[in-house]
């Protein structure tokens, strides 16, 4: 059953899909199961300090233009 995008069952079936992955016998893919999620928070916060950088460079270049 595949549940609607943005509801709590679609999220439940998501993560469920990742807890599968962490095992007793492979630390490891726990382990970077952890690490990969930091990394994407680090990567997505990035992405939003460029757009942030480029709004305000748009706007100061309209700003001196007016």
């Known amino acids: 059953m595949k549940f609607e995008y943005g509801t ?8 469920a899909d990742l807890i599968a992955d ?5 630390p490891d893919c726990s382990d ?7 990394l ?3 990567d997505w916060r990035q ?3 460029k757009q942030i950088l ?3 460079r748009i706007e100061s270049k ?3 233009q007016s």
Not at 33 to 38: A, D, H, I, K, T
């Open 62 to 64: 309209m700003n001196d």
């Open 47 to 49: 992405y939003h300090v």
């Open 8 to 15: 709590k069952e679609f999220y439940a079936e998501q993560f």
């Open 40 to 42: 994407a928070i680090d």
């Open 22 to 26: 962490i095992q007793y016998d492979s």
């Open 54 to 56: 480029e709004l305000n």
């Open 32 to 38: 970077n199961l952890v690490s990969g999620f930091l």
